[in-house]
């Protein structure tokens, strides 16, 4: 059975930063593409970017390049983020979720999601 | 890239069919047929119901679903049950490695 767990959430100053972990289980990890998405309080799925299979190729959606870096361990089955220079607007629910063996697949399995909030 | 446009709302009576649209442009939904559609109950992990537009995982019911037409996709869900009603979010690969969600339609089972 896939399983994705996120861990690392939590309350966080304007400007700091945080690194979210996701562990993965249940499938052979470094054969796949792994994402980033989130959700901000009320508002609908945002794509935050994506990790090649060996590491070689990271995307990001416009709004976090430059402050976010996907990283990935597939040898502990982990995938990460890094946050820096957080704002009120990167307060959401990320979720680690299971891209393709190919780029332009989407996500089919998620985790359940940990809450990030900036909040001074 | 901008999100795809859906319908804010769906409603439907047990056992009808309803249909929810996500509208692209040419540059992702019309270009490509890496079109997905999820179910998300809050607080629970989205779950894929289908993918490559029209291709649906094993385990989701035949009563799901999916097209293209242009640069609309659809979401049929035929024979509603009341455990449907939930958020519906589509998704499209939009070039340049990228990935756009739609703003996600709140599904109602009267």
């Known amino acids: 059975e896939v399983q994705l767990v996120e861990s690392g959430g939590g309350l966080v100053q304007p400007g700091g930063s945080l690194r979210l972990s996701c562990a993965a289980s249940?499938?052979?990890?470094?054969?796949?593409?792994m994402n980033w998405v989130r959700q901000a309080p009320g508002k609908g799925l945002e794509w935050v970017g994506k990790i090649k299979q060996d590491g070689s190729e990271k995307y990001y959606v416009e709004s976090v390049k430059g402050r976010f870096t996907i990283s990935r361990d597939n040898a502990k089955n982990s995938l990460y983020v890094q946050m820096n220079s957080l704002s009120a607007e990167d307060t959401a629910v990320y979720y680690c979720a299971r891209g393709g063996v190919t780029r332009y697949k989407g996500p089919d399995y998620w985790g359940q999601g940990t809450l990030v909030t900036v909040s001074s | 890239q901008s999100a795809l446009t859906q319908p804010p709302s769906a409603s439907g009576s047990p056992g009808q069919s309803v249909t929810i649209s996500c509208t692209g442009t040419s540059s992702d939904v019309g270009a490509y047929t890496y079109v997905s559609w999820y179910q998300y109950h809050p607080g629970k992990a989205p779950k894929l119901m289908i993918y490559e537009v029209s291709e649906r995982p094993s385990g989701v019911p035949d009563r799901f679903s999916g097209s293209k037409s242009g640069n609309t996709a659809s979401l049929t869900v035929s024979g509603l049950q009341a455990e449907d009603e939930a958020d519906y979010y589509c998704s499209s690969y939009a070039g340049g490695n990228t990935l756009v969600f739609g703003g996600g339609t709140k599904l109602t089972v009267l």
């Open positions: 249940g499938f052979t990890f470094s054969s796949y593409w």
